[in-house]
């Protein structure tokens, strides 16, 4: 009998805001183009590595909540390359929570296969 | 018939520590060189004076008869330096040595103290000087015993990394107490890597425990080696912002079978959930939203 020997185990239930990434010809920058966006993940930072395929005209785009930072991109070990294209964008998602994003895009189009690091 | 012994020393008039010395021993007879054989026998009266360059030295009577020096193959020559301005040659022996025809070549070694030697008179006896006698006086190791007429270069025994080697009267100690920790048999290990050891004696089949302060005396249990369970969450633990997750579903394991009593309870104030009656399977009340 084990008395009063108690032992505990514990199970965390995390909740996260989702990030949005994706290839995209320029355009006006809201909610809907954020939630255009092609990829999304549920991250606690800004920091990923994005592959994308960016088409003739097409940009790379990177959104993330504006409280995550002011990202550095790095593609084939150059840092740079990004700029900020929409500042403090409101995203309400499909619980009605209503978060500010930062939406960053290329600076060049047309990039094809490319393969950006986010930190 | 007159006998004169002629000594030769090489570079007698400076002579320096570590120099070594040529002698040369002549017998003459009646001013005539003499040829002395292994086992030839000279007499001269003794003490002789012979003078080499400014250095005065007298030749003893190894043998101590009748005043006179007995040379032969087994006798000694002991030369004492009685005035040497440079004060280097302390005196030197030779013994036993054969007397060449004329030439045979001695060799000294300048000392800066009385050369140590053991000299005999014929009986066995010391003559003129001390001769080193060493006795092993301990119970152990010997270092040295009956020896005489040797040199000992001295060597020094000192202690260090928690050993203290000192001297007790006749004996030599190595006191091995201050390296402290560890040991064996009658060792006593107080503590491991700064981590104290409880004093508590062992019972069968307990082993050290570290309880959060020190090692203890201690029974394993099968929590100590292994998890006394494990809670895995049914369904994603990761959700999107605003998500509701309700009544969560989970599954138990037990190492050592099921509990007596299980009790389900939460961060978020739902009530606690007896869950003893499915102790493996199990889902709680509450619903959770961020």
């Known amino acids: 009998m084990k008395g009063a020997n108690t032992k505990t185990s514990s199970v965390a239930i995390t909740w996260r805001p989702p990030v949005f990434w994706g290839v995209a010809t320029p355009s006006t920058i809201n909610e809907a183009f954020v939630e255009s966006l092609a990829s999304s993940a549920l991250a606690s930072s800004r920091a990923r590595t994005l592959t994308v395929n960016a088409g003739s005209g097409q940009k790379i785009y990177y959104a993330f909540p504006t409280s995550y930072g002011t990202p550095t991109f790095t593609i084939g070990g150059f840092e740079g390359g990004f700029e900020k294209v929409g500042d403090a964008i409101s995203v309400t998602n499909s619980n009605g929570v209503t978060q500010t994003y930062d939406v960053w895009a290329s600076t060049n189009a047309s990039l094809g296969s490319t393969t950006v690091v986010v930190t | 018939m007159a006998i004169e012994i002629k000594v030769t020393v090489g570079n007698a008039a400076h002579l320096h520590v570590g120099d070594e010395v040529e002698v040369r021993f002549e017998i003459f007879s009646n001013g005539q060189p ?20 400014t250095a ?5 009577d190894a043998d101590d008869e009748d005043g006179e020096i007995q040379l032969d193959t087994t006798g000694v020559f002991l030369f004492t330096r009685k005035v040497m301005e440079d004060g280097l040659w302390q005196g030197a022996c030779l013994s036993p040595g054969p007397i060449g025809a004329g030439a045979e070549p001695f060799r000294f070694r300048v000392l800066p103290n009385p050369l140590i030697v053991g000299v005999p008179d014929g009986s066995g006896d010391p003559v003129g000087v001390t001769p080193y006698t060493l006795d092993n006086v301990g119970g152990g190791a010997e270092v040295a015993k009956d020896r005489e007429g040797i040199t000992l270069p001295f060597r020094t025994f000192e ?11 006749d004996t030599i100690k190595v006191d091995g107490s201050g390296l402290g920790g560890g040991g064996g048999g009658d060792g006593n290990a107080t503590s491991i890597q700064d981590t104290p050891v409880s ?8 082993v050290l425990v570290f309880d959060g302060a020190q090692y203890v005396p201690g029974q394993l249990s099968v929590d100590d080696l292994a998890p006394a369970f494990v809670v895995t969450m049914v369904g994603a633990q990761t959700v999107e912002v605003g998500a509701t997750v309700a009544t969560p579903a989970f599954t138990a394991s037990y190492a050592g079978g099921p509990a007596t009593s299980v009790t389900l309870t939460d961060s978020a104030g739902t009530p606690s959930k007896d869950v003893t009656s499915t102790p493996t399977s199990f889902a709680s009340d509450g619903s959770f939203q961020r």
């Open chain 2, 159 to 169: 202690g260090a990394g928690g050993i203290d080697v000192y001297e007790d009267g």
């Open chain 2, 199 to 206: 004093d508590t004696a062992p019972t069968l089949g307990q």
């Open chain 2, 56 to 60: 005065t030295t007298y030749v003893y």
């Open chain 2, 34 to 53: 003499i040829d002395p054989s292994p086992g030839f026998t000279a007499r001269l009266q003794s003490p002789a004076q012979i003078v080499a360059n």
